[in-house]
């Protein structure tokens, strides 16, 4: 019995965790909840799983959801604000925490997570991508498990078990291309937010389908895949795979190429970073490849999707520079889902704020200059918004 305290819980990794715990309950139990500010979900999930600790990070929030829990029986300890999130991170009786929160509002609660000696089934790309050179000393130091939550990681470490020290040359990451993948680049300065959250192939929350859209989602795993796996950012290609069947690649030394498949599901990294090293039986629905058809690829277009480029550009960097593109993306992508600015602005207003930064860029960050540099980057995106710096609107 794995005990679980999950981060994010009323989002879609949340959703599709709570939905793999309550179809095996004699592997899983949820201790601990955290989510923003949903208090129904939240108050229904706590209903339903029963854990020992719940919070919600919006302060204002805490008296509805106390009021909604206030006929529980036995009551758990109700939290709230970036604390009360930091507690059900490291709460004794967890010995894995989920890391489901979108951006860089995980990082905190994951590095409290691995400091309370937690294994992290990491779901949140933030904590590796701004987070990393303040992370995997604390992973080595504290001993814990981190174990890819997201498709794409996933698929690689999978491919990875059994291979030799050292036998690793290229990893091959598979993009679906996102909403825009067959509209001709000419057409990307009319489009709608509506227009971009039509993903063709899988469901996941606002941000990350945006980021798949503009391929900043493919960008930052690039940057995350360097610190997982130790490769030079020259040997993490990236490929538009529209079916997204193939999850991703491995070269080896003898350029043998493994690859995981399976259809377009969430659940499936999820339940293996929750299992491993084991393999639980599912009654989910087998891969088909007949009925698949076939499997295309074709190298993605860099003038189509310039943020490809600047992710590679900031991980080169290094530093504190990948912590200022993903909080300048993420400010960016808030503004375009406010429909404050237009879908192209996102990139200029993102490789504006690092060109900004370079000057400041320290090469061994703690964590006070990551963090400062994430709040430098988002103040900086809406200050060029706000005088149209940067935006096409």
Not at 37 to 49: I, P, S
Not at 178 to 204: C, I
Not at 334 to 345: H, R, T
């Given at each position: 019995m794995k005990t679980i305290s999950l981060l994010g819980s009323t989002g879609s990794i949340g959703t599709q965790t709570l939905d793999i715990v309550a179809h095996n309950p004699e592997q899983f139990r949820i201790v601990g909840l955290a989510t923003g500010?949903?208090?129904?979900?939240?108050?229904?999930?706590?209903?339903?799983?029963r854990p020992e600790i719940a919070a919600i990070c919006d302060p204002r929030k805490l008296p509805d959801l106390k009021a909604a829990l206030a006929d529980l029986s036995p009551q758990p300890v109700l939290l709230a604000g970036e604390e009360g999130v930091i507690e059900v991170a490291r709460y004794q009786a967890a010995n894995v925490v989920v890391t489901g929160i979108v951006g860089c509002a995980g990082l905190l609660p994951t590095i409290a997570a691995i400091e309370a000696g937690k294994d992290i089934a990491l779901a949140n790309k933030e904590t590796l991508i701004a987070g990393g050179p303040v992370v995997l000393p604390l992973i080595q130091k504290h001993g814990v498990k981190l174990l890819p939550a997201d498709s794409e990681?996933?698929?690689?470490?999978?491919?990875?078990?059994?291979?030799?020290?050292?036998?690793?040359?290229?990893?091959?990451?598979?993009?679906?291309?996102?909403?825009?993948?067959?509209?001709?680049?000419?057409?990307?300065?009319?489009?709608?937010?509506?227009?971009?959250?039509?993903?063709?192939?899988?469901?996941?929350?606002?941000?990350?389908t945006i980021d798949s859209a503009t391929l900043m989602n493919k960008g930052l795993e690039v940057i995350e895949a360097h610190f997982l796996f130790g490769l030079d950012y020259d040997q993490i290609e990236i490929v538009i795979h529209p079916q997204s069947i193939i999850h991703s690649m491995i070269e080896l030394q003898d350029t043998s190429v493994l690859a995981q498949l399976g259809w377009a599901d969430m659940r499936l990294p999820l339940l293996y970073a929750l299992s491993y090293?084991?393999?639980?039986?599912?009654?989910?629905?087998p891969l088909d490849l007949v009925k698949v058809g076939s499997l295309t690829f074709r190298e993605p277009d860099h003038h189509k999707y310039p943020c490809m480029k600047l992710a590679y550009a900031a991980g080169r960097a290094g530093g504190c520079m990948p912590a200022v593109l993903n909080a300048a993306n993420e400010q960016a992508v808030?503004?375009?889902?406010?429909?404050?600015?237009?879908?192209?602005?996102i990139p200029r207003l993102i490789e504006q704020t690092c060109d900004r930064y370079q000057s400041h860029n320290r090469s061994t960050p703690c964590l006070d200059d990551i963090m400062a540099a994430d709040q430098w980057a988002r103040q900086e995106v809406l200050a060029a918004s706000q005088k149209g710096v940067g935006c096409g609107v």
């Open positions: 500010n949903n208090v129904d979900l939240l108050a229904q999930q706590v209903r339903q799983f990681h996933s698929a690689i470490f999978q491919c990875l078990q059994g291979v030799p020290e050292k036998g690793l040359r290229r990893i091959l990451l598979t993009a679906s291309g996102g909403a825009f993948r067959d509209l001709p680049v000419e057409k990307l300065a009319q489009v709608t937010v509506a227009d971009a959250l039509k993903h063709p192939n899988w469901s996941m929350g606002r941000k990350i090293p084991e393999r639980i039986p599912t009654d989910w629905e808030a503004l375009f889902l406010e429909e404050k600015i237009q879908f192209l602005d």
